[in-house]
């Protein structure tokens, strides 16, 4: 189970790598966004496509642009970090409790 919830922070932080990209760069192709991460071309494409769906990004003539929602997430995204930290700690404090 915790192998699963791995993969996905580790699928996450690929994606909010991307974003960060996209907001430094914008517009940018795929292509260069590759070439900048050092990720394989298909892993972006991927990404890319995750965050246009969820509204983060949009494609334009010249290449990926940033939403406004991608730019107010990673303003909060210290905060919301903290936030899961926190409840994955609070997870720990309560296993020890129920030893």
Not at 8 to 24: P, Q, S, T
């Amino acid at each position: 189970m915790l192998e699963k919830l791995q993969q996905e922070i580790d699928l996450i932080g690929r994606h909010l790598e991307v974003v960060r990209v996209v907001v430094a760069h914008q517009p940018i192709g795929i292509m260069k966004l590759a070439e900048l991460l050092d990720l394989p071309y298909h892993r972006v494409r991927y990404s890319l496509r995750v965050l246009e769906q969820g509204g983060y990004i949009r494609a334009s003539p010249a290449g990926a642009m940033a939403t406004p929602l991608a730019e107010e997430m990673l303003v909060h995204l210290d905060e919301n970090i903290d936030n899961l930290i926190a409840k994955l700690e609070a997870m720990k404090s309560e296993k020890m409790q129920n030893l």
